[in-house]
Every structure is written in C-alpha cells, then in structure tokens.
C-alpha cells in the first residue's frame, strides 16, 4: 500500500526483495525505489522505478488515483533503477508534462528514443501544482550528469535522488521506524556512500552549502533509495564527514594468495597493526566482497596491498579491486604493497603505480618475499605493520 509522507505526498515506488548485485555491488539485503506522487490540482508523480516493478508501483499509484489522472512526471535521475520503468509509466499515464534536467532529455531520449513531452528545467526553476510548488537543483555528478532534486517549498521536502539513498529492503518507510536505526542503518548508509558517492566528496560539500544558500530548510529528505528522513540533520552530518575524508585509525590489509605464502604475509601484517593498538581488518579478496571491502576503506587510514605475481603481473582479483578503487577517488590514506613471488615479482611495483596512480601517499616502497616467507621474514611484515601504524595512524 502507499505511504503518506505528509498530507497529499505519498511513497508509491517498489521493494526489491531479491535482488543481489545491483551492477557489481552487492545488496544483500535488497533495495527499493522510491517513487512519490503529489496529489494537487496537478498529479504529479516524482521518478518511477526498475521496469520489472512498474506492475508495483501502479498498484499502489492506483490505490490512490486512477495513474491516468497523473498530469505530470518528474524524472530526477535517467539511471535505470528510476527510469526503467518510464516508458511503461508514460505509454499508460500519458502525462501531460516530463519535466527533466537538460542533461536529463538527453540522456532519456539517448536511452528510449521517444517523443516524450520533455519540460527542460534548470536550477531554481519552479512550477506550481495548485496548492504544492516545487523548486528544482540540479546536481550533475552527483551521481550521473543528469542528476538534479525536486525541492516541495510548502513542505520543506526535498527529493533528492540517490543522494542519502541505502540499499536496503524493509517494512519501514522512514528512520525513525527502523527498530535498528541508527546502527544497521548507518551500515547500508555508508556501504552506498562508499561505493557510489566517494569519488564526489567535493561536490557533496558544495551541495550542502547550496542548499544553505538557497534557504532550502529541509524538514524531510526523500531519497530514491531506501528510508525517508524525518530526521535529515543525521545524514546530512553523516554525508558532510564523509565528504570531508576523515578517516580512522585503522587498517586494512587487503589481498589475493595463490598457495598461501601472501596470505602468510598478510597475517603478519594485521598483526603487526594489531601490535599498534589500531582497528585492524584483513580481507581475502575471494573471500569478502569488493564493495563491503570499499565500506570499510572509506574511513580507513591506511591501505596495505597484497598480491603473488601470476604470469609478470600482479593478481587479477587484485587488479580488479585496484580499477575499482581508483574509480573512486580515494583520498586521505597512506598506502603500501606487498606479495611474495616465484620468480619474476613485478607485482609489487605494479600495485605501486596504481597507488601512485590514485595519488594515494606511499608508506613503503613495498615488501617482496620469494616463495615461501620464513620466520625473519614474517618477524619484517610484522614490524613493518606495526611501524606504518605508529607513523600513518596514531596520529589519528
Ligand atoms: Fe539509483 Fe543512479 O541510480
């Protein structure tokens, strides 16, 4: 059934309580997306959802207004999880008025190749519902170039697409309902910020400052994801530390083994942080997921790379988290390498460049053992662990 907001403003989107990997990240337990309808002199309805959902999201539409009575579509963001569900939602509504950024149009006509009846708006464009008026902020980069919000001025609501989002199928529609929140709920908050926003830091901090500076007091925030904040100061605060790079003191020591003498040095090196006294973790890249990994390396302050060397080249799943990574701009972390080899060894000095790459700040010119590591050797990585601690974290 739909969920009202405030009077007149309902949640009408879809829960996906199955779904696992949402394009790599993986989502455990789920997600939804948020769609909203304002019922005014003009119907409008704010984003849709993934396509297989529409049947859900006019099911609850309908248990309000019949969906042909929708006058006006708002589409916030073309990313498929929002739009996918448009061309469904039009053929059957046959709104009026699609009102969209002008990055919006394009990449909604790149995508459905549709004469739709685009209305173009720009930041600080408004239109009147009736008694409702909604005030428009684009966000490009945040996260597509399209992005923008829709800001409710009667209720102080923003819709803010997938900023403040989390993936997370529940009952619950706002923060305040999660018996859990706000532990668990930091958690799925975070793992989304990490994996989606990182790399947009600077943008989310002008995004806040943007909305001080347009006088836009948000009472609630919508995102297209997961919970409806009654309480925004919570994840606002949230966003603006994250934003800022603020790290712990805490360690990762994350890594790949072919038979086990990485591993081996892996061991050593968690120990040698746990000597330090910092939050230690050590991740077996086939063993934890990439993107709970970035989870926890969003407010890590130091990164210890580990990798054999398979046919001159550093370890395919270590390359892999290493791309991944650096797509997401990390900053404010010390960084070194390690791994043992057979013969050749040019893992470590590839992970080096790509640290380098990542202009990430490189603690150690990185730590090479031939075949298996032996009591001395695992005596180094651990002092060595110890030692980056002392230097990159206590000051923490
Ligand atoms: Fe939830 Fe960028 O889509």
Not at 169 to 190: M, N, T
Request: charged content about 20%; aromatic content about 10%; hydrophobic content about 40%.
């Amino acid at each position: 059934m739909p969920v009202e907001l405030v009077p007149n403003v309902y949640w009408v989107g879809a829960i996906d309580w199955t779904v696992r990997d949402f394009h790599g990240y993986s989502t455990d337990m789920g997600s939804t997306y948020n769609a909203f309808l304002l019922v005014d002199d003009k119907i409008t309805l704010i984003d849709t959802v993934k396509k297989e959902l529409v049947p859900e999201m006019l099911a609850r539409i309908a248990e309000i207004v019949p969906p042909e009575k929708i006058d006006y579509i708002i589409s916030n963001h073309v990313e498929m999880d929002h739009s996918g569900g448009l061309g469904q939602t039009i053929a059957r509504v046959k709104p009026a008025k699609l009102f969209c950024s002008p990055r919006g149009k394009d990449g909604l006509s790149r995508h459905f190749k549709e004469d739709w009846p685009f209305v173009v708006v720009k930041t600080g464009d408004e239109v009147s519902l009736g008694r409702f008026n909604l005030a428009f902020l684009e966000t490009p980069m945040l996260h597509w170039p399209d992005s923008m919000m829709t800001y409710l001025k009667e209720e102080q609501l923003l819709f803010s697409s997938d900023a403040f989002g989390a993936h997370l199928a529940c009952s619950e529609r706002f923060d305040d309902q999660l018996p859990r929140f706000p532990v668990d709920y930091h958690h799925h908050l975070k793992k989304y910020y990490a994996n989606i926003l990182m790399p947009m830091g600077s943008l989310i901090t002008q995004l806040v400052d943007k909305i001080k500076q347009l006088g836009l007091t948000c009472k609630m925030i919508a995102p297209d994801h997961g919970l409806i904040f009654r309480h925004p100061d919570y994840v606002l605060k949230l966003y603006q530390q994250w934003a800022a790079g603020e790290v712990a003191a805490k360690g990762l020591v994350i890594y790949d083994t072919m038979w086990h003498s990485t591993e081996m040095l892996a061991e050593a090196f968690t120990e040698g942080l746990m000597d330090a006294g910092v939050e230690a973790q050590r991740h077996h890249l086939r063993c934890t997921h990439v993107s709970d990994i970035i989870t926890e390396v969003l407010d890590a302050g130091l990164l210890l790379i580990g990798s054999p060397t398979l046919n001159n080249n550093m370890f395919p799943t270590v390359g892999g988290f290493l791309t991944y990574l650096k797509g997401l701009k990390p900053t404010k972390k010390a960084a070194a390498a390690f791994g043992s080899y057979g013969w050749s060894g040019q893992a470590v000095s590839l992970i080096n460049q790509e640290l380098n790459a990542m202009k990430l700040n490189l603690a150690h010119e990185g730590l090479r053992v031939k075949y298996i590591p032996d009591a001395s050797e695992l005596a180094a990585a651990r002092a060595l662990g110890a030692e980056l601690a002392e230097k990159h974290l206590k000051k923490q």
